[in-house]
């Protein structure tokens, strides 16, 4: 269950952190989110926790943070946590549009996003938008562009044909062009600057018999403040923010160390008495440094092109599911056809859809039938055949049939909707590992000052001259190559690429904390119904004694419509085909894991298991018995039923095993991956089906408060377990497992209490997201140990490591290129996972 509270107190995100911290420690507590904006916490818990008890664990009734009740009714929500936009609110308002949210890729505040661009008030990093839907198409005429109609035709004023209006740019791409422009400012006054200085190198600088060194130091310095000033003057901008907020990152090293060659070579220009002889010329000026300032901070600007250039590739799943969504649709009103957006289109809507085009919202087949690609939300590339009645999900492909819709679900509800904003969520998210990185990264900075300023003292102390030379050149060096961005960008860029390939896969995955366990777990709990199998129980036979068999049908059909089991499903539905004739059912019980009983026509109706009739003290004759157990024998279900006390028949109900189910089980068991299934069906049944898949180990008769301890027992022994389930009774174990699995085609309860859901319902998509989990982390490592080794290697080359040994120093505009690239090189890497085959 998940409950929604307010929490006065909060004033910034170390708040949220303490207040989240203090809530995960009280038992049975699963999941917290917590938003100091809205002054709000969503808890997930198992069993029901008292106000009394929360407050206390955030310090008492003395402590700053006072929690009180918000919205305390459960939290249904469909494949994200998300919430979804009231239908009534939907009907009246169909141009409803999200505005855009910003985030920083570092994720410097976990999740959080903000209501306009910049940069990042922690980093400094430029904040990227959430990709959205670019809504309807607009049509306009080339001859007069103040018309704008939502759909194609003739312009009313001249006749010509409507075109459609080209998209803007995306954010990413305006982005990407302001810092080309500063780019090519940069390079039209960075290089006649490098080009002056490197002039000495020439013999007979042939620049000086145009004018003198002093002069043409005044061009250099006038060259470079275009750079300083104006193209690059946001890093600046940044390391004092970085300064002031004490959240030391890459720009505070950039801006020290351009920011102390400039001013140095400024100080140098206008009062070159001041400096000792050690840092002038032959000619008595002072060593300047305008051209390593203007030429590292160019080189810095151009590392971040390429990252903006790469960032609009690491979402690019997202944007992908987005162009599923068609703009307009065809409704039916009254008989006729009718092109609209979808914005436009209502609950209750006719919609028709033509052969090759997208479904534009969920809903079910009216008339006509056809076949669907679904391989773009499923990740299964056979069309699936579809008829009246069938469900048909947004964003799919119609095959070449047409065929008439009812629109259920629309705007945030749909699927794809709900998709889009998992992944966008997930792509957010923060993996435990990052944890060790933030740590690192605490003290990265102030460790790569310090061994600037010694590295400077070495040099002045024990270097050859001219000493201070050196050693202010390799102590820049080393501010310039150490690149904390290369840390902090190794994880969140792997797991917002991972999570996007997932999404491809029907894979759909809730945050970057279940990639990282899913990779580890070393047990796989899988119910039976609706996960082994298909999920698509259908009534064999009923058998009854001294009975009419019509009768009992429908008394139990009747008893069963309050249900939402697959089984009950299944008895309703034989029973309407048989066409009898449903009762009023009053005092209605379902038992959980046992079965239902209520009462119809002042008869006391039970249906259910063995343990239903120990508990209600009805005798199971021996003959009974024999025939019910050769029937479960042979993997079928059997349901009791029982008549004012009486045991009168049974009905047995047949579930087909899904024909990828043994695959799967093999593959994970390959893995290291124990699959135990634990099941409320009987031993007979659960037995047979077990030896079939061959799973390692299995229990039958599983009330859902089993599972739940079960789990527990496997964790209390060191277990990481993953938990795949599709009904009600299965969202505890989900929600205490460490991986909480959901077939997509289950109950939206236990869809919200998984960390991952698979589109598809097959146990096929677990392989997938363990694949894919190691994958992601296999990444991860490999950027995390590229940005280790790349800092490890490159800070003491910059301190002049090898110039003892080779003469050879690294000069501060390589230092730059290099730091540049080992960010880019690390979302490249992150890049890979896209073609990475699962």
Known sequence: MTHKYTIEGMTCSGCEATVKSNLLKVENIT????????KEAIITMTEHIELPVLQDALGGKESKYQISIGNQSSKRTKLSDCCSVNKEKQQSNHHHHTPGKYYCPMHCEGDKVYGKPGDCPVCGMDLVKQPESSGATKYTCPMHPEVMEDKPGSCPKCGMDLVPIQPTDSEEEKQYKKLWHKMKIALLFSIPVFIISMSDMIPNNPLYELMDLKTWNWVQFFLTLPVVFYACWMFFERAWKSIVNWNLNMFTLIGIGTGVAFLFSILGLLFPSFFPDQFKTAEGSVHLYFEATAVVLTLVLLGQLLEAKAHTKTNGAIKELLKLAPTNATIVLNGEEKQISIHDIQIGDTIRVKPGEKIPVDGKITEGKSTIDESMISGEPIPVDKQENDEVKSGTINGKQSFLMVAEKIGSETLLSQIVQMVSDASRSRAPIQNLVDKISRYFVPIVVLISVITFFIWWLFGPEPKLVYGFVNAIAVLIIACPCALGLATPMSVMVGVGKGAKLGVLIKNAEAIEKMDKIDVLITDKTGTLTEGKPSVEKIVVNEASENEV??????????????????????????????????DFDAVTGMGVVGEINDERILLGNQKLLEQEKITLEQTLQNEVTAEQEKGKTVSYIAIEGKLVGYITITDAIKKTSLEAIQKLKEQGV???MLTGDNENTAQAVATELEVSDFKASCLPEDKLNYIKKLQDQGKIVAMAGDGINDAPALAQADIGIAMGTGTDVAIESAKIT?????????????????AVMKNIKQNLFFAFIYNSI????????????FGMLLSPMIAALAMSFSSVSVIANALRLRTVKI
Do not use: C, R, W, Y
């Open 674 to 676: 124990s699959v135990v």
């Open 553 to 586: 049908l429908a008394k139990i059909a009747s008893l069963n419509q309050n249900s939402e089991h697959p089984l009950a499903n299944a008895i309703v539905t034989f029973a309407k085909n048989k066409n009898v004739d449903f009762f009023k059912v009053n």
């Open 758 to 774: 698979l589109v598809k319902g097959d146990l096929k998509g677990i392989v997938k997201a363990k694949e894919l989990s190691h």
């Open 31 to 38: 999941e917290v989110t917590v938003s100091k904006e809205n």
């Open 794 to 805: 490159g800070i003491p080359i910059a301190a002049g490591l090898l110039f003892p040994f």
